[in-house]
């Protein structure tokens, strides 16, 4: 069936370390990978994403990659800040006929000054 | 408006009641989503609409649970007999309008349920 598993469900780094966070999907024909940042009683909001036919893709301080033969994808945040501390969340959009976004579970940043 | 936008904001109901939440998505988007949100938890999805039919309802968490969506635009999600465990943030989402990727999510800032 579809599923995204998301690693770790807890980071914790300090000011000006990086932070990465790592996501699996189950389905081959996935072609687009979005990463929604939810600050605490907020709603998602996308902040950056990446379609199957790019490897990399980079926003400032925050890039994401994408291995389609593993069907892994990554979100790496550098010099980090206070403010980056949310939860995100990776997605993968299924199709079959129809399509949806799947999310993971979600990844708890803690960014310490 | 120019954003997602859901009502109630916030609904605090008695077990074993009925409630309707809206969800009224941006102006041309096609896609429509629910997603279930427990406390400290994931997005769990509930069920899609393209236009006015939803070709997925597979998310939905029993038949105590119906979504309908009229006019390719406001839609309904209706829970009825009311449990504890319905207690969660229900999150709305759209995307899609015509011509442009159907993938962009934008959610409203949700309806927390709380079923007493």
């Known amino acids: 069936g579809e599923n995204v598993e998301q690693h770790p469900s807890t980071l914790s780094v300090q000011e000006g370390d990086s932070a990465v966070i790592k996501c699996t999907y189950s389905?081959?024909?996935?072609?687009?990978f979005p990463w929604y940042k939810q600050e605490l009683g907020k709603r998602p909001q996308l902040i950056i994403d990446i379609r199957s036919n790019v490897g990399e893709k980079k926003d400032q301080r925050i890039a994401v990659t994408l291995n389609k033969t593993a069907k892994h994808f990554s979100l790496h945040i550098t010099e980090t800040q206070p403010e980056d501390s949310a939860v995100y969340f990776c997605a993968a959009f299924f199709s079959g006929g129809y399509n949806k976004l799947i999310f993971g579970a979600g990844t708890r940043l803690a960014v310490h000054p | 408006g120019a954003g997602v936008s859901q009502s109630p904001s916030n609904k605090v109901t008695e077990k074993g009641k009925d409630v309707e939440l809206r969800c009224d998505p941006i102006s041309g988007h096609t896609a429509l989503y629910w997603y279930r949100q427990r406390l400290g938890q994931g997005l769990e999805f509930l069920i899609y609409f393209q236009g006015n039919s939803a070709p997925d309802k597979s998310g939905l968490p029993s038949d105590r649970f119906s979504a309908e969506r009229t006019g390719e635009s406001v839609s309904t999600l209706t829970i009825q007999r009311t449990q504890q465990e319905d207690s969660a943030v229900y999150l709305c989402?759209?995307?899609?309008?015509?011509?442009?990727?159907?993938?962009?999510?934008?959610f409203g800032s949700g309806t927390q349920l709380s079923v007493l």
């Open positions: 389905d081959s024909a996935s072609n687009y």
């Open positions: 989402a759209s995307s899609g309008r015509a011509g442009a990727t159907n993938e962009k999510l934008f």
